[in-house]
């Protein structure tokens, strides 16, 4: 999304917050699955429409050795089939329920069958990762930061 005025950065006026919102990442970090969390990540982010976002998670997950075409098919989870786990589809289904909290809430069904993969303190998490990047979206939109030319 091309920008016509440079737009405030929140590391550069408010470090204190930034610094805030990494130190929560590094709590969920430590609670979460890594690639659960990653899947989160760039989830929440397509659907967002981060661009900045969806580059930093697309290569976080490849880095971390998801194959191309899972990343690939996060953008369409639900007709990818066995490439997501049924942890995986539980825990992205929570993620756009959450990403879209004004539609329908979160559903109790959507929240039951992630929890009957993760203990509590993965799905406190798991929901905190799901606020988190929603934050940084909005962020990364409001502010008009553009991912790097690669």
């Known amino acids: 999304m091309p920008m016509g005025t440079t737009r405030a950065q929140l590391a550069q006026h408010l470090p204190e917050a930034y610094t805030a919102l990494t130190r929560l990442g590094t709590v969920v970090d430590a609670a979460l699955d890594e690639d659960l969390h990653t899947l ?56 756009d329920a959450l990403t879209r909290v004004g539609v329908n809430g979160l559903p109790d069904e959507v929240y039951e069958r992630a929890a009957a993969h993760l203990s509590e303190q993965e799905m406190v998490a798991l929901i905190t990762a799901v606020g988190l990047v929603n934050l940084y979206n909005r962020l990364g939109v409001g502010t008009g930061t553009a991912p790097p030319v690669r």
């Open 40 to 95: 989160v990540k760039l989830r929440a982010s397509i659907l967002n429409g981060c661009a900045f976002c969806v580059d930093m998670h697309h290569h976080e997950a490849l880095a971390s050795g998801m194959s191309p075409q899972r990343v690939a098919l996060v953008a369409a989870w639900r007709e990818a089939g066995a490439h997501f786990t049924e942890v995986e589809r539980a825990v992205l289904e929570l993620v």
